[in-house]
Each structure stands twice: as structure tokens, then as C-alpha cells.
DNA sequence: CATGAATGAGGCTTCATTCAT
DNA sequence: GATGAATGAAGCCTCATTCAT
């Protein structure tokens, strides 16, 4: 009822865009209405459409959100670490995490990464999204260039299809295994995280400057 | 109106299914509606529901039928070929031609793949499309088991993880390549099939015997 | 599917009419679709209407049937017995039957009889339903009457009132026994029967000539 | 359209509750749509769930209100009047008012009165029709005990099965009346006031203690 | 005669969105 | 600025009924 006075307007935009977060994370953006995140978020109904042009706009901010996390998590890992093996189970891992907290947006962020946007007719933070997103793919870029640069990876790979090689593999690995985690455990007597390191280090080997490994 | 002429029942469920597999494709199948499916596939809203029980019922069979589709193509190529590593492309151009074809279904079949069906209650279609999975699966299996005993693929590998991983990435893999072709197409000056080839390839080595390659 | 050949109309009607007096007795009949009629009765849902103009005339039918069935079982009481007393008893008796074989038209007919009829637009089978009800009434008029010169009835009783206020309260009585049959015999310690039982001779002691009691 | 002003809650209730009784009244519950309703009512189909949550909650609630009027209507009887004959007769006056204005519930209610509820799963307002059901059953037996007590009432009547035979031949005469009216004004030379009150006294007499009549 | 096939009309319900306060 | 109230539009589904064969 009474609101904390005066909170500015980012403050209630962010409460209502992670209170859609979490309903779309667990039943989707269509099953989850206007009502619920009302609701969730404790607002009205109709303060949602103070803070927001509509639906569409939370979903899309949502997704720039989310973006944006996913470039801090990559980039903090290219900051922290140095060599190049550990970085890229940095970026793996910090996928995995970025997985299992946003389940809905990994599916959305993937599906728009380096989306064609009409740059008409797209909600504003969209073009957002695809901004970060091509600032994720520079980062990445960089990543595979110096570790070539240092020796450890192969200097035929093509940068950029090996990104988004990289991009749908990993993906679809990671949401497989997050869909799969119950059959994954009881047929194969390996921890979901288990197989998904077995998984990361397949796609590795075949980044790694090929060295003599038998006779 | 045109009363079409004593056509089997078979072939009206054709019908409205293949005219709901375009809409679901195009929208998603919460974005189409049983009016939309009724007018593409030209009955009358009604006559749906003589044809089907419900919308889920739909999707359902669709998911069924395309999933006996990915087999079929899985069984063909193994059939036709005897070699490792000419079987593994036909299988992998197999889902790619699945996927362009059922861009849905893809996305829909890879998610249901080994589902974890409550047994009691879900659509009778469920059920058959679990089994198909399951079979599929057991080609895969004895695919990588025969290219193991041929001594072409390493003999490390582990039968059910590889099988899983190797759908998550492929099946990651070649929904990136669909959503962003134009995308790939004028940013890396190869065409969506090099760009796939690519990966194939990439996977591939990691499951073949290693050989010297240096020195 | 191979219909006994050339059954009379009449046959058909009575298959049909009694598969739809069961549905009718279980669901209602708003809640009985013309499908769940035609299956129960083993035709297609279209030849329904080759003996029946519509849904409505079939309800027409079973009431005016039902009505006829309570006709023939308080004249066949009357027939049967000559002493007012039992005579009386063999009507509620035969009412309950009614009910408990009919229950949805217990309901009908009650409601139903002495109806005023629009004698223009109403189904057929309705006027016939209102002549068999006139029928039952001039029947226990005269059962009132003989009960009267024979001495065992009050001569003050006013014949018309008489049966409708009993029509009245022995249906409110039956339809209550069975609503509440449970909660009768439960909290009552009484059966069904014993409890319509001790209601009939209330009413019926109330027609009898009052003799002296006390003193 | 024309913003009704902050008119609270429960009178928006009350209108579409009373624009629903009046066609339930009418034409049955089943017959009534959501539509008609809200037409009547003088609201959007909309806004009727805005104040109720489905069509089942008006029905329920209706029965409910009227439960509770039939309860103040005997309450009042028995407070403002002591003698037994005479809280007798308003009692069924109450029934008949009750019955006039409130037709389709009337029969409801008398259905539903000791319902056996599966106290589970049965929208919250039945509960309380239940209830109020069983306080007006605890009134009656008071007054019936009250009765006995002041002499007036024959000391053999059983409480229990006495209300209940009342009700149902109560009901059953006051809706009997209802139904015929006409019939009974044009056939019988006697109002429908005349007509209950003669079946009022017949039941009546059955209670009272049995005095020497004649000789 | 019997029916498979088709459907218009209508029912209940949900929801994103608007607007007056 | 915040919201209670209201609703148009749409969705899924059912059903009595018709009609060509």
C-alpha cells in the first residue's frame, strides 16, 4: 500500500522486471499473465503499464537484462583468469550457472543473439540486446585470438564460426542436460555436472593446437 | 461447403495436422490458435474436434509423427550405409533436412527425447513418441558400436553420454544455424551448409580413434 | 450395424427413447448430449433424428411415456384392490416405484401435470402428456369418491384440492426420501421405507373420517 | 461504459447475483448463460469475473444468500410469535413468500438442505449453505420440542423425521401451487392463498394433539 | 433407411489493456 | 503517481442439427 516514498522509477521497473523474471523462469512468458507479476511483484495491474508500454516491453528488458548478465559473467571471467584452458571452463561454467538461474532467458538470449532486428519496429531495449550481444561475441573473439596468440589453440580456427559453433553446442548441450538431468543421473551413473564436463572437454580438444598423443 | 468425397479419415487428420505443423512452426503452437488451424487447413472450426480431441492432441501427434520421421531417416541412413564416417553425415544432413523441414517439432522432439513420461496420464500419442525416442536412441547406440568394433571410432567413448551429448550439441548446433543464417551467410561469407559442415566435422574428431598427426 | 431388417418405426423409437431415459435419469437432461443418446442406443447420431424431430420430442415422449407407466400403475391399484386403505397405500407404493425407476421424470411429470398447455405450439406428445394427467386425476377422483361412500373418507374432503394438495405433498415426500436417503438412515435410524411410511399415514389420516380417539 | 462510482465490492455482487436469480428463476441455471447475465446485469461479460469467480460461485453463492433468508424468515417467526399454531402458519407463510420470490432456489435449497457434502472439494460458500441448512433443521426442532412441550404438539411426533417429512411435503405443496396456479384458480373456485392454506391445516393437524372430536 | 461428415451458434473463461479517479 | 474497475477480443470446446450419399 504505501510504497516506500519516492523510489525512483528504475527502483519499480526492477522490482516488477524480477518478479516477471522468476514466473517466466518457472511457467513461461505465455502461461505467466499480467495478473501474476502484478501480483508477485505486489503492485496493480495497472501500475505495470506505468512502468512498462506493455507485456512485450518487460519481456524484451528482461532479455537485455539477461544478456547483459551473461556478458558481465563472461568478462569477468576473461578479467580474472589468464590462461586460456581455464578461462574457457570459466565461460562454461559461468553458461551453466547463467542456465540454471534464467532458464527461460537462456532459451530467449540464445534464440537472439545477433538477432536481425528490423531496427524499425523493435521494442528499444531489444536493439539493446543485440548490442551486448555483439559485445559478448567481441569478447569472445578476443578470448579465441589471444589464446591462439599464446599457442594453445589452433591456428586454423576460423574465429567467428567457432564462436557460434560454440555458441549452439554449448547451448544445446546445457539445456539438455538441465532437461535431462533425471535420465542422465539413473541411466548413466554420472552426475549432470559430470556429464557436462565430459561435454566441455570434447568441444575443447577439438579447439587445442593437436599435439602427438600416441606413438 | 465443398463436402470433399468420402476421403478417409486418415486423410482429414492429414490435413488439419500438416496445416497445424506450418502455423506451429511459424508461431509456436501457444500463438496458434484452433481458428487459425481450421481456416489454413480449410474446415470449419468444428470439424477439428471431430478429428481431434483437443489442441493437445495436435501437438501431440505432430511431436509423434515427426519423431517416427527422425527415425525413419536415422534408420534409412544406417541401412543404406556402411561406413562410420559416411553414416554419421548422412545422420547429421538427416536432422538437418528434419529441421528445416519441422523447425517446430525440431526444437519440440529434442526436448521430449527420453522423457521422463508419467506413464498414466498424458496423451496416447505421448507415449508412442517416448518409444520412438527410445529407439532411436538404440540405433544411435549400435551405430557408435559397430564404428567402434570397425575401429574407427575411439574405443573410449561411452555409449549413452556420447549419444546425449552428441544431441545437445547437434541439435544446438543446427537451430543456431537456422536462426541466424542471414546472419552467418553475410558475416562469415559461408553458406549455412558450410557453416554446419564445419561443425560436423568438429564433433566428429572428437569421437574418432586418434591417429599421429604431427611428426 | 446390420439392423434387424424392417423393424417398425415404433421399434426404433422405443430403442432410442429408453437409451435416452437412462442417460436422462443419470445426467439430466441438458447434461445428455443427442451423441451420448445415439451411442447408448447403438444408431448414429443422424438417425436420431430420423425417428425424432429433435431433442426436444424425445423428452416429449418420455414424459408423456412416463406419465402413461403412473397412469397404468394407479389404475392397475385400483383395479386390483377394492378397500380405500389399501388402495391408498398401493398408490404411494406405486409412485415410489415410479420414482425410484424414473427419477428425472418423476420430476417431469409432476411438474408437468395439469400443465397448461398452449395447446398451439407445444410438442405433440406434450397434449397427450396433459390428457393421460387428466386421466390420473379423474382416476383418484374416483378412488376419493368410493373412498367417501364407503364411508372410510371424510365426507368434507373437496375432491380437486384434495388431489392436487396430494400430488403436492407426496412427490415433495418422495423426492426428499430419496434426495436424502443417506442422511435419513443415518441419522434417523429409520429406513427409507419407514420413513415414507410414517408420511403416508400422516396424510392419510388427515382424509379418514375422524372417530373418536380419546375418551 | 458509465463508470458505476466506487460503488463497493459487494454491491456489484449483489447486482449480478441479482440479475442471475432472476434469470435462474427463469429459465434454469443451465439456460442461463454467462452472457445473459452479464447482459441483464447491465455489465461485460468481463466484469462478472471480476466479482465472481466463475459461473458455478454465482449459483453457489445464490443458494447460499438464500439459505440465509429462509433461516431469518423462520428465525423471525419463532422470535416475534410464541404460540405454536400461529408460529406454524408464519413459518409456511415465510416458505410461501420464500418460494414467490426466489423460485429456482426454493427448489435448490430444499435439494440441498442436509446435503452430504464432501466437505473437500465444494466451492466455500456450499459449506455454509450446509451449515445454515442445519441451523434452520435446529430451529424447527425447537420449535417442535417447544411444542410438545407447551401441550400442543402430540408427545409421540419423532423431531428428526417430522421436519424432514414437513419439508418435502411442504415444498412439494408450495411448489405445486406455484405451478398450477391457474389451474387451481380456474378449476377449483379457490386462490392459491386458499388453496395452500387448506394443505397448510391438513399437515398441521397430523402434529396437533388428538382431541375428542365427536360424541 | 441410415449415416458419415460437417458446421453455425453458442458457452465458459482468460487476459492485455485502458481510463477515471 | 497509483490503482480499482471495466472490458473487447480472443481462445478452447460442445452440441443440436443438417445434408448428401
Redesign the pocket.
Known amino acids: 500500500?504505501a510504497?516506500r516514498k519516492k523510489?525512483p522509477r528504475s527502483v519499480?521497473r526492477g522490482n516488477i522486471a524480477s518478479a516477471a523474471e522468476k514466473l517466466f523462469s518457472e511457467k513461461g512468458t505465455e502461461?505467466?499473465?499480467?495478473?501474476d507479476i502484478a501480483k508477485a511483484a505486489g503492485?496493480?495491474?495497472?501500475?505495470?503499464?506505468?512502468?512498462f508500454q506493455?507485456?512485450?516491453e518487460i519481456i524484451s528488458v528482461l532479455a537485455m537484462e539477461s544478456m547483459q548478465k551473461l556478458y558481465d559473467c563472461i568478462s569477468d571471467a576473461l578479467e580474472i583468469e589468464e590462461r586460456t584452458r581455464e578461462r574457457y571452463y570459466l565461460i562454461c561454467q559461468g553458461l551453466v550457472q547463467y542456465q540454471e538461474e534464467f532458464p527461460y532467458y537462456f532459451k530467449v538470449v540464445l534464440g537472439s543473439i545477433n538477432m536481425d532486428f528490423d531496427r524499425e519496429q523493435c521494442p528499444p531495449a531489444d536493439k539493446e540486446t543485440f548490442l551486448i550481444g555483439e559485445a559478448i561475441n567481441e569478447k569472445i573473439a578476443r578470448f579465441l585470438q589471444e589464446g591462439i596468440e599464446s599457442g594453445e589453440l589452433r591456428e586454423g580456427i576460423a574465429i567467428k564460426p567457432t564462436i557460434f559453433a560454440f555458441w549452439g553446442m554449448l547451448s544445446g548441450l546445457i539445456q539438455l542436460a538441465d532437461n535431462k538431468e533425471k535420465y542422465i543421473t539413473q541411466e548413466m551413473q554420472m552426475s549432470k555436472q559430470q556429464f557436462l564436463q565430459a561435454g566441455f572437454e570434447t568441444l575443447y580438444k577439438s579447439m587445442v593446437k593437436e599435439t602427438v598423443t600416441k606413438g
Open positions: 500500500m510504497r523510489e519499480h502461461a505467466t499473465s499480467m495478473d503492485y496493480s495491474k495497472a501500475t505495470l503499464y506505468v512502468y506493455n507485456k512485450e
